[in-house]
């Protein structure tokens, strides 16, 4: 079973930066895509960025040209490097993988979550 334990979260002044760390255990050889979520008080959870096994990226338009998704498979680690925060960044941040199972399933592991705090 994939088990995924993300790092870094913190409080920033608004402009700062913050970088994010996801690490994944268990079968992190089936991981394909990777993502970040975040969910804010009342809010639905929203896709961040994602990252396929091959780094290719999408973003959500309220992060483009702020934020950086990137992995290192050899490390099973998925990284969102935030840049430019902003107050409405303020959220709890979770790392999703997508494992591919050998029937061609595919199931989705979440972590805890990490708490990533804006200030004015």
């Known amino acids: 079973q994939v088990q995924l334990v993300e790092s870094g979260g913190g409080l920033v002044q608004a402009g700062g930066s913050l970088s994010l760390s996801c690490a994944a255990s268990?079968?992190?050889?089936?991981?394909?895509?990777m993502a970040w979520y975040r969910q804010a008080p009342g809010k639905q959870r929203e896709l961040v960025a994602r990252v396929t096994r091959g780094s290719n990226t999408d973003y959500a338009d309220s992060v483009k040209g702020r934020f950086t998704i990137s992995r290192d498979n050899a490390k099973d680690t998925v990284y969102l490097q935030m840049n430019s925060l902003k107050l409405e960044d303020t959220a709890v941040y979770y790392c999703?993988?997508?494992?591919?199972?050998?029937?061609?399933?595919?199931?989705?592991?979440w972590g805890q979550g990490t708490q990533v705090t804006v200030s004015s």
């Open positions: 268990g079968n992190s050889g089936s991981i394909n895509t």
């Open positions: 999703n993988a997508a494992e591919r199972r050998t029937d061609a399933t595919v199931y989705y592991f």
